[in-house]
């Protein structure tokens, strides 16, 4: 079974909506990261969150992590063309040595 | 500085022939992890190595996929006899530290992939 399931799967907004991308852990989590993927390329590191209730903003991007619930949420505020990619999470699910473990990715198009 | 720099980034092979990826790791980064993207899949975890040792390769294939990272030279990955369905992009990433040992360890630096399509 996945351990990281993100919603939506895809995504399709205009330019200048905002939009919420939600990531749940099935395990406890240590931690949680966001990456962004553009087609053919690797992925950038965006944030990182450790703490329940940690917030954290890039520019028009904001991660939250709610720790009880075992989920984090990456908010984008006016998007434009250059937010479009695949959006992933990765999270620390083990205490020990346990490198990341990824969701599936939300793909995200903004149109004009 | 140059981040993780991987080769080829794209490579073609038949079913039966061998496929050897390589990654350099990130200056002052002595960790790599490799990971395989395949559509729909998501990015799954194959191996994590530290120089000279293999930490963890609960993700890798038993049979024909083997990884790497010598004392000197980039960190490869070897598949032997390839088939259609290793297809995919693999991706090495690198970092600082011990996963889960510190804040935040577990950022990873990843290359721009090598893509292998097998026909």
């Known amino acids: 079974s996945q351990e990281l399931e993100q919603s939506p799967q895809s995504l399709i907004v205009q330019e200048g909506k905002n939009l919420t991308i939600n990531c749940t852990s099935s395990?406890?989590?240590?931690?949680l990261y966001w990456y962004k993927q553009k087609y053919g390329e690797g992925l950038i590191f965006l944030m990182m969150?450790?703490?329940?209730?940690e917030e954290k903003s890039h520019e028009k991007i904001t991660a939250k992590l709610d720790e009880k619930k075992q989920q984090s949420s990456l908010h984008i505020t006016a998007s434009q063309p250059s937010h479009a990619g695949i959006y992933l999470c990765?999270?620390?699910?083990?205490?020990?040595?346990?490198?990341?473990?990824f969701g599936k990715g939300t793909r995200l198009s903004v149109i004009a | 500085n140059a981040g993780v720099m991987q080769n080829p980034r794209h490579l073609v092979r038949r079913r039966g022939q061998e496929a050897r990826l390589r990654c350099s790791p990130m200056?002052?980064?002595?960790?790599v992890y490799w990971y395989r993207q395949l559509p729909e899949e998501g990015l799954k975890f194959m191996v994590y190595?530290?120089?000279?040792?293999?930490?963890?390769e609960s993700g890798m294939p038993k049979e024909r996929f083997s990884a790497e990272f010598p004392k000197e030279g980039p960190s490869i990955l070897r598949i032997q006899q390839v088939v259609r369905g290793d297809s995919a992009a693999y991706f090495c990433?690198?970092?600082?530290?011990?996963?889960?040992?510190?804040?935040?360890?577990?950022?990873?630096?990843f290359g721009a992939g090598s893509r292998l399509t097998v026909l």
């Open positions: 990433a690198s970092s600082k530290r011990v996963p889960g040992q510190g804040a935040g360890a577990n950022v990873l630096t």
């Open positions: 969150l450790q703490k329940g209730g």
């Open positions: 190595l530290q120089k000279e040792n293999i930490i963890d």
């Open positions: 395990k406890t989590l240590y931690g």
């Open positions: 990765g999270a620390d699910v083990g205490s020990g040595n346990t490198p990341l473990v």
């Open positions: 200056k002052g980064h002595s960790h």
